[in-house]
């Protein structure tokens, strides 16, 4: 999520106004590394046995976040689209679910003591 909000920083796809570090303005701290990693850790320990089911999961979360949560943070004046739409946004991260899916079978192939 970070490469995404650098990413997003250079193309201007959105403004953070309300951050809670000084360097907030390019990384949202409290979204990338609280609510998403949280909320991904979670989603990907309860679901990846069944890809289906991890990528249904995966697609109604992140059309919540895309087309609820964040235009409630820009009615809140917290940060706001800029540069990219909710459908564009809500591809972005759903993609990166399936990054982060096939990393880890990727991983656990690796490092399997089988």
Same mark, same amino acid.
């Given at each position: 999520?970070? @490469? @995404?909000?650098? @990413? &997003? /920083? @250079? /193309?201007?796809?959105?403004?953070? %106004? %309300?951050y809670i570090v000084p360097w907030g303005y390019m990384t949202d701290v409290s979204f990338a590394y609280g609510i998403f990693a949280v909320g991904t850790f979670w989603i990907f320990r309860l679901t990846f046995h069944n890809f289906l089911l991890y990528t249904v999961v995966n697609l109604i979360m992140d059309i919540f976040m895309s087309f609820i949560m964040l235009p409630l943070l820009s009615l809140l004046g917290v940060a706001k689209y800029k540069n990219i739409t909710f459908w564009q /946004? &809500?591809?972005?991260i759903y993609g990166l679910s399936f990054v982060i899916y096939f990393y880890h079978k990727w991983q656990k192939k690796i490092f399997s003591t089988d």
């Open positions: 999520m970070t @490469i @995404i909000f650098q @990413i &997003a /920083y @250079i /193309y201007n796809w959105w403004v953070i %106004e %309300e /946004y &809500a591809l972005v």
